[in-house]
């Protein structure tokens, strides 16, 4: 707000503060009179519903309310007149996304080191991916669900936003895009993105350039890149010589640095049968470019790495993260040939969250200790035949959605309610890293 310009309207700005002050409220800072000025004050804890919050002050103070969930926050920035209440400080990523879409006037802006409330949880950060519904980018994978069908279904079980799935999964045009999201009630994280980064003669920049327009639309704000090998599949990769890793990481760098024009987070996505899955290619990644990485916990124990065991050591280098669990039994088979990637999926080494091998009381213990306020994208990689008869993937996606919300509303005393500490299959514990 501007500086006060009479000696009147300054006093109506000093009897707004202590009429606030009487009611509850706490000045933190300023309020001070100085002539015909008061010096910039900051009131906490005031009454949205108060003369403090309502009235039109031509001065420099602000209002600070709170509210219990997003309901009453939107209804308390809409019920202020020319939007004087609509600013609203938030962790939860999806919550901002939707004040944008529905307060009517004013800003909704994320913190990223906050002071935890009930309306800023971890557990309102959980989305979902279209890989857990059986939506692949590999040709013949299996039969592909509607897209109406998957959205639908994760509203239901109550997921705060989606990944864009592969190309067709969503309209191309981006603002299609956005409008169908928007109808669900659901947020755009971003997009899984296979991309060839090895080759000297392929530059993957134009092809990114096009999709960030996609971002920009819906507002998503991840770039989840993998390093794909140009073969169909996951089932197969070549070795990587050195002149091939250094273009990978140069093109790392460069990806990162556009998707940060644009407003973006570019992610590193260490993937079974890419050009980066084993532990000491995860680690030649961290001490070579400057990306952030997606912590996807199956992908990272079948290529060989503890994901709980990275996430203690580069807690600072994970800005993204992709939760599935897994059978470490059949896991095994694939990193020693016995299987391919494929087979292991149709056979259930993907189980839901808390039923397989995957420490995620230890990962999300890291986590919280350097304040994550990204997404937790809930994923089971799912293989279907044809249209599923009752429930289908999403009774293994509400399960696990339970057990995270669970799990990241759990008392930070330590204390784990039974769902959390089940017994883990008598496995011995995953690879470590490197």
């Not at 039969?143 to 279904?153: F, G, I, N, T």
């Not at 997921?159 to 169908?180: I, K, N, R, S, V």
């Not at 960030?212 to 169909?232: M, W």
């Amino acid at each position: 707000m501007g500086t006060l310009i009479t000696a009147a309207e300054s006093e109506r700005v000093e009897r707004s503060i202590r009429q606030a002050v009487t009611e509850g409220a706490k000045l933190l800072t300023g309020g001070e009179r100085d002539g015909a000025i008061v010096s910039p004050a900051v009131v906490a804890g005031v009454d949205p519903r108060s003369a403090f919050s309502q009235d039109e002050l031509f001065g420099p103070a602000v209002a600070v309310s709170s509210a219990d969930d997003w309901e009453s926050a939107i209804a308390q920035a809409n019920g202020t007149p020319y939007g004087l209440g609509a600013g609203i400080f938030t962790s939860d990523v999806a919550g901002a996304l939707r004040a944008i879409r529905e307060i009517n006037a004013g800003t909704a802006c994320r913190a990223h080191r906050p002071r935890r409330s009930s309306m800023t949880t971890s557990a309102d950060n959980i989305a979902g991916a279209p890989i857990s519904w059986g939506i692949c980018e590999v040709p013949g994978w299996g039969y592909q669900l509607a897209p109406e069908r998957v959205l639908d279904e994760m509203t239901q079980i109550g997921l705060a936003a989606t990944e864009f799935g592969p190309d067709g999964f969503l309209p191309a045009d981006p603002a299609a895009m956005a409008a169908l999201l928007a109808s669900r009630h659901l947020a755009a994280v971003g997009g899984f993105t296979p991309v060839v980064l090895h080759e000297p003669s392929h530059d993957p920049a134009p092809g990114i350039e096009r999709l960030l327009d996609s971002y920009h639309a819906t507002r998503a704000g991840v770039l989840v890149l993998s390093a794909a090998t140009g073969r169909d599949g996951y089932d197969t990769r070549p070795d990587l010589d050195e002149a091939g890793w250094q273009t990978l990481l140069a093109n790392l760098d460069r990806l990162t640095a556009l998707a940060a024009e644009r407003g973006v987070r570019a992610v590193l996505h260490p993937h079974v049968g890419t050009m980066v899955e084993r532990g000491d290619e995860v680690q030649r990644v961290l001490e070579g470019s400057a990306i952030s990485l997606c912590l996807d916990t199956g992908h990272l124990l079948i290529g060989g790495t503890d994901p709980a065991e990275l996430t203690r050591q580069a807690p600072d280098r994970i800005a993204h993260t992709h939760f599935k669990d897994v059978n470490d039994q059949i896991a095994a088979q694939v990193r020693s040939g016995r299987l391919t990637y494929t087979e292991g999926i149709r056979r259930g080494m993907y189980r839901p969250l808390g039923r397989g091998d995957v420490d995620f009381a230890a990962i999300v213990s890291h986590l919280r200790g350097r304040d994550y306020g990204g997404w937790y994208v809930l994923e089971q990689d799912t293989i279907l035949t044809e249209e599923p008869r009752g429930e289908g993937p999403v009774a293994d996606v509400r399960q696990s959605a339970a057990y995270l919300r669970e799990l990241l509303t759990a008392d930070r005393s330590g204390h784990q309610s039974p769902i959390l500490s089940r017994p883990r299959h008598g496995h011995k514990g995953p690879p470590r890293l490197g």
